[in-house]
């Protein structure tokens, strides 16, 4: 049984972007992880079909631009207006191991030497490098996963403010020019399984004035809101008894009259009040590894998680209050559009696009109605495809990047239909961002411009 569990992720925005055409007159900002909303999609600009980024094939085809990356990290690229935002991790000496293919036996990495957590501003159209700063360096607090890294968390950026969350090695501010404006330590955040920390995951969320932060420590778990001003801290909750673990970024979504945030985990995914911390509503049980990020569409909450006896898909109306747990003879309720207990992702975020929500898991990619549920299609990619990073949509295409290194594109349909097989050259293991029709991406050893 594959027990792999990690901090690879990826993490969640809050911008709510409602017109793809305003999107594609302004600068399509993809400002935290999965873009805005954390919806992973981009409309408003002609996306690329095929491509071979491959440096080592002299047929190379489609790159914009390709910069080397130094140290290791699956934080996802970010982008406000002409600037992408990276974190990695660099260690002292040597490369720092990461454990490519199957695997998911509890095996921490060695991370015993000095490490540098650095950020790294780029220009997104020609990939030179503006600026790059050293948040914090020693010796990690807590270990990783050999499929992790020490930086698995993608910024979240909002026109004045560079946040980055390392997890046990702190929580930074900066502005678009690199200037350091506050740094906040919360301690030790060790998310462990198995006596090993996997390593931290969880993005920071951005909204208004405030950031958002899931810690769900199994010896201490809490999430926490702090001033995006000054770092000062405005209410905790904690979640003992509600979450032994999770990885998933927390997603803030602005009602009409309640601005709630919702937090994938197990043994419950939660939803609490932005202002007061309250709880609003709870589902009881899951997939016992909870890494996909919840996000919205068609005004709806899609979340996911999988491993072990459940690997669900719940769609959950904004004004859902109390406990609205489905079950297999009540799968809808008040709260609950549909659910469904057998289809679900593992690590990869899904993405609805067109009406149709797409997952994918362990080289198998599902299509299922957005709205009703219905299952479209379950088709295997190829037998090496392991998806790891989330999908992304945009242009009728669905972009599925696989861990060994090449992109799927697949049409935006309820028919299973690959449209071409991209090499990039290089072990895969982020989400890409897309902006004004160029796919970023980010592979183990490079930043890649697709236009």
Not at 92 to 106: I, S, T
């Amino acid at each position: 049984m594959n027990m792999l569990k990690p901090g690879i992720l990826f993490f969640a925005c809050l911008t709510i972007i409602t017109s793809t055409n305003a999107v594609a007159q302004e600068s399509q900002n993809w400002p935290a992880f999965r873009g805005p909303g954390a919806s992973g999609v981009a409309d408003g600009y002609p996306l690329p079909t095929t491509w071979n980024a491959d440096p080592a094939q002299a047929n190379s085809e489609g790159v914009l631009w390709r910069t080397p990356i130094p140290g290791l990290g699956h934080s996802s690229p970010v982008i406000w207006g002409d600037r992408l935002f990276i974190c990695t991790a660099i260690p002292e000496n040597g490369e720092a191991d990461l454990m490519l293919g199957a695997g998911g036996q509890p095996t921490a990495a060695d991370d015993s030497q000095e490490h540098r957590w650095v950020i790294l501003c780029f220009n997104k159209a020609s990939g030179e490098e503006l600026w790059r700063r050293t948040a914090h360096q020693g010796v990690p607090r807590t270990t990783r996963h050999v499929k992790a890294t020490q930086a698995n968390t993608s910024i979240a950026v909002d026109g004045e403010n560079v946040v980055a969350f390392f997890g046990a090695e702190g929580l930074y501010c900066y502005d678009l020019d690199g200037n350091l404006k506050w740094k906040k330590d919360l301690g030790v955040i060790n998310i462990s399984k198995y006596d090993i920390g996997w390593g931290y995951s969880s993005s920071p969320a951005i909204h208004k004035n405030r950031i958002v932060l899931t810690c769900d420590d199994p010896s201490n778990p809490f999430l926490v809101v702090l001033s995006l001003l000054d770092g000062e801290e405005l209410w905790r909750v904690s979640r003992e008894g509600v979450c032994e673990r999770s990885w998933a970024t927390p997603l803030i979504h602005e009602g009409p009259e309640t601005t709630q945030i919702v937090v994938n985990g197990w043994p419950r995914v939660v939803s609490y009040d932005l202002n007061s911390g309250d709880e609003l509503w709870r589902i009881q049980g899951g997939g016992d590894n909870p890494i996909p990020t919840p996000f919205v569409a068609n005004d709806l909450i899609y979340i996911s998680s999988a491993h072990g006896r459940l690997s669900p898909i719940y769609v959950v109306r904004p004004e859902a209050r109390g406990d609205i747990t489905p079950t297999k003879d009540s799968p809808s309720n008040e709260g609950i559009v549909w659910s469904n207990f057998k289809g679900g992702s593992y690590m990869s975020t899904p993405v609805v696009y067109q009406d149709h929500i797409y997952l994918g898991r362990r080289g198998i990619v599902r299509c299922f109605d957005a709205t009703t549920g219905e299952k479209m299609y379950q088709e295997r990619l190829d037998d090496r495809a392991s998806i790891i990073a989330s999908m992304v949509a945009g242009d009728g295409k669905i972009y599925c990047t696989s861990e060994e290194g090449t992109i799927y594109v697949l049409a935006a349909s309820p028919e299973f239909k690959v449209l071409s097989k991209n090499p990039m050259g290089e072990p895969c293991f982020a989400t890409p961002a897309i902006s004004e029709g160029v796919l970023y991406v980010r592979t183990t050893k490079s930043l890649v411009a697709i236009k």
